[in-house]
């Protein structure tokens, strides 16, 4: 049974688009939740089938590289990635999503340093040694899609839209020159248009089902 980890945030955990102001009502984690079998890692699983066990490592808020000052320090995606995958070990594949978070007003980083910090990620896979044979597993990189329309989320995303429009771009040179597979999400699906950030069911599907295709396409042994 081959491994694979999916290793991202809000959108691999399978946070529901938000529509309630979250300083008026809060939102109290796991309450909009996608169910397992929508989740995109799931309809992953179902289409791959029994010879294949997913991981679902999805954070709401996880960065790739930054401490989130704001809503935790354990928002960053680097500290805890080695850990992840020396505890799941051995793993064939890590799909890794995330850049999403990077794109908020409080980091101010630029969509070149984003992909840079996702370098770094891949960099930790691929001297892990977590793979089948204490080599390191193939890495997918997915490129998450441009911001949609933001809505109460407007303030803390300012100027991420324009910015997430370029992550393509450096992702795809990122991927090529670490030698790893590369999946530009946005080709597939749109952010909701209830908040503007996250999938809601039917694009969790559709994901699931073409990345699954890929992998049959151009990753499976």
Not at 26 to 41: A, E, K, M, S, Y
Not at 169 to 192: D, L, M, P, R
Not at 196 to 213: M, P, Q
Request: aromatic letters at 10%.
């Amino acid at each position: 049974m081959d491994t694979i980890l999916c290793y991202g945030d809000s959108n691999t955990y399978g946070q529901k688009p938000i529509a309630l102001d979250v300083l008026d009502e809060g939102l109290i984690p796991g309450t909009l939740r996608f169910g397992r079998d929508q989740r995109w890692p799931g309809v992953l699983g179902s289409e791959l089938g029994n010879d294949f066990h997913i991981i679902e490592e999805g954070l709401n808020g996880r960065t790739t590289v930054f401490d989130d000052p704001v809503e935790g320090v354990y928002r960053n995606g680097m500290p805890y990635l080695m850990p992840c995958l020396q505890s799941h070990a051995p793993l064939d594949y890590v799909l890794l999503m995330l850049g999403t978070n990077d794109l908020k007003k409080r980091y101010s980083v630029s969509a070149y340093d984003i992909a840079w910090s996702v370098s770094s990620l891949i960099d930790i896979i691929q001297a892990s040694q977590a793979g089948p044979s204490g080599d390191s597993p193939e890495v997918l990189l997915m490129c998450p899609p441009a911001l949609g329309k933001i809505s109460q989320f407007s303030f803390m995303f300012e100027g991420g839209k324009e910015k997430s429009k370029e992550l393509p771009e450096y992702y795809k040179k990122i991927a090529k020159q670490k030698g790893c597979h590369y999946f530009e999400v946005g080709k597939i699906i749109e952010a909701s248009k209830i908040d503007g950030i996250h999938y809601d069911a039917e694009s969790h599907e559709r994901l699931g089902k073409a990345v699954a295709g890929y992998m049959k396409e151009k990753m499976l042994k």
